[in-house]
């Protein structure tokens, strides 16, 4: 009896496979290399109004591959470039592979740069992340089910804030391994950050919540010239409609590197922090008010 059941469901699993084989192979003749970047064009221009130019773009049993992608501003590329990267391979959950259920990035270029009229060309992206004014759903429910895991190597990401009056950065050589599968990603990040002729190292470890819009940093170093900082904390109302984004770190190490990481963030040149090289401290509030105290609960003084 046992035997004859083995039977059955081995001539099932044959069937299902000759079937999902077949498909694959029907499908691929309709959907044309050409054909699918046209329909994945299309949608992207109609989600966030911005033009997209694929190099390759096939699939099959190990998913979606994509070489040479590039991403416009608002509306064409007669604005200029967005996003550009190397190679993007998706596998979806139901797909065996090295990584299902998993985006890998190779060699992303992200160009974010601030607007003469206040804002910055990612906020149109960033609002289809967001919830309405009013709106029962969270995030996670209308937007991001579960998100996949997320694999970058060697990226780049300029952020040009001149036009604000704003610093220029570059985060470079970013390696970035997120494992997803719902609506959390815990991730290890690695990079360089660059402003002026300065550079620091960054590791860190870091819990993305896109359900409650909250970051945790359990760990994260910063390097610079043989001396660095620890920093752990968290950031919370990264959604539109939860108002400012805020934060509470406390940070221990060499305040030299605490002053550098304070001019890659921002302008200001009066925030002191004495004559003490060593620091510890708690770092909290949002923009445009920061409160900092030592870790004995007594306050910093400042120059605000």
Do not use: C, H
Not at 8 to 32: E, N
């Amino acid at each position: 009896m046992l035997k004859k059941l083995l039977n059955i469901f081995l001539i099932l699993v044959g069937l299902f496979l000759i079937t999902f084989f077949t498909a694959i192979a029907g499908l691929k003749v309709i959907f044309t290399e050409t054909r699918l970047k046209k329909l994945a064009a299309d949608g992207i221009r109609g989600f966030i109004s911005r033009e997209a130019v694929f190099g390759t773009f096939s699939w099959g049993l190990k998913g979606i591959e994509i070489d040479n992608f590039s991403l416009s501003e608002i509306p064409d590329f007669k604005a200029g470039t967005f996003l550009t990267a190397k190679k993007i391979i998706i596998i979806p959950a139901f797909l065996p592979g090295r990584a299902p259920g998993s985006i890998t990035v190779d060699s992303p270029s992200i160009a974010i740069t601030a607007l003469a009229s206040k804002g910055w060309n990612i906020s149109d992206v960033a609002g289809y992340v967001s919830m309405p004014k009013g709106s029962a759903a969270s995030p996670r429910k209308r937007y991001l089910p579960a998100s996949p895991s997320i694999y970058v190597n060697s990226g780049t990401i300029v952020f040009d804030g001149t036009k604000q009056g704003l610093p220029r950065t570059v985060i470079e050589g970013l390696s970035l391994n997120a494992l997803g599968g719902s609506s959390i990603l815990d991730a290890e990040v690695k990079a360089g950050i660059r402003r002026g002729g300065g550079r620091m190292d960054m590791a860190a470890k870091l819990t993305f919540d896109f359900k409650d819009g909250e970051i945790a940093v359990q760990r994260s170093e910063l390097a610079e010239d043989g001396k660095s900082i620890t920093v752990s904390g968290r950031i919370t109302g990264l959604f539109p409609e939860q108002g400012k984004p805020a934060f509470d770190f406390d940070v221990s190490g060499d305040r030299a590197v605490l002053d550098s990481v304070l001019r890659l963030v921002s302008s200001r040149e009066d925030i002191q922090f004495g004559e003490k090289r060593g620091i510890n401290l708690n770092i909290s509030g949002s923009q445009g008010n920061i409160k900092i105290m030592n870790r004995a609960g007594l306050p910093q003084k400042t120059d605000r």
